[in-house]
């Protein structure tokens, strides 16, 4: 092992590879049957989203297209602040379109409710929510995923897109960070 080598910041694994791999599978295949008939306009919300969307995609069987959003998040803190700014808003007309938000984790829900509401005033057929991870114990906002992919505990987790100041996205699981790494 490296010194730098991001797995000693783990505690432990929340989430294998192989169990996010077939759990996006099933959500891709639930997502394709729901909208069969239809072209909806996958939105993911950057920077987490990124390879839980990239790999949700290629579950994705019917046509479709994509854009993201991104949003100021949490800084180098572990918890909200509360406050949401965009900061890449999409260049497309999404009226009459079925919007699917991608998300990687769903916590106090003050993101997506934003960001729901944010939307909804350019008439969107539908906005429907499919996330990674789902903490809803955490949960302020009244936020619903219609697809969640795994339920989570009030833990602090890092990997497969999701960060701790910008570092652990490229971890191929979900983990528990170290206390230590934060405190
Ligand atoms: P919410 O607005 O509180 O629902 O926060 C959603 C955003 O907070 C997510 O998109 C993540 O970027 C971030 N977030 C929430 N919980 C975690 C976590 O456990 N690890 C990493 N990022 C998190
Ligand atoms: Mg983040």
Same mark, same amino acid.
């Given at each position: 092992?490296? =010194?730098?080598?991001?797995?000693?910041?783990?505690?432990?694994?929340?989430?294998?590879?192989?169990?996010?791999?077939?759990?996006? &599978?099933?959500?891709?295949?639930?997502?394709?049957?729901?909208?069969?008939?239809?072209?909806?306009?996958?939105?993911?919300?950057?920077?987490?989203?990124?390879?839980?969307?990239?790999?949700?995609?290629?579950? =994705?069987?019917?046509?479709?297209?994509?854009?993201?959003? &991104?949003?100021?998040?949490?800084?180098?803190? %572990?918890?909200?602040?509360?406050?949401?700014?965009? *900061?890449?808003? #999409?260049?497309?007309?999404?009226?009459?379109?079925?919007?699917?938000?991608?998300? $990687?984790?769903?916590?106090?829900?003050?993101?997506?409710?934003?960001?729901?509401?944010?939307?909804?005033?350019?008439?969107? &057929?539908?906005?429907?929510?499919? *996330?990674?991870? $789902?903490?809803?114990?955490?949960?302020?906002?009244?936020?619903?995923?219609?697809?969640?992919?795994?339920?989570?505990?009030?833990?602090?987790? =890092?990997?497969?897109?999701?960060?701790? &100041?910008? %570092?652990?996205?490229?971890?191929?699981?979900?983990?528990? #960070?170290?206390?230590?790494?934060?405190?």
């Amino acid at each position: 092992m490296q =010194v730098n080598d991001i797995h000693n910041d783990i505690e432990s694994v929340l989430i294998s590879a192989e169990e996010l791999e077939a759990r996006v &599978a099933e959500l891709g295949a639930q997502i394709s049957a729901d909208f069969a008939g239809k072209n909806p306009l996958f939105v993911g919300v950057l920077k987490g989203c990124f390879v839980f969307m990239a790999d949700l995609m290629r579950h =994705v069987s019917i046509h479709c297209s994509m854009d993201f959003m &991104a949003v100021s998040s949490y800084g180098n803190q %572990t918890t909200t602040t509360g406050a949401v700014k965009i *900061t890449k808003d #999409l260049n497309q007309d999404i009226e009459g379109r079925d919007i699917i938000l991608v998300e $990687d984790i769903l916590d106090s829900g003050v993101t997506l409710n934003y960001l729901t509401e944010y939307l909804q005033v350019r008439k969107p &057929a539908s906005i429907t929510i499919a *996330t990674l991870m $789902d903490k809803p114990s955490r949960r302020k906002a009244p936020v619903h995923a219609k697809y969640a992919g795994f339920e989570v505990p009030d833990a602090f987790v =890092v990997g497969y897109g999701l960060d701790y &100041a910008e %570092t652990y996205r490229n971890l191929p699981y979900v983990g528990i #960070l170290k206390s230590e790494i934060y405190e």
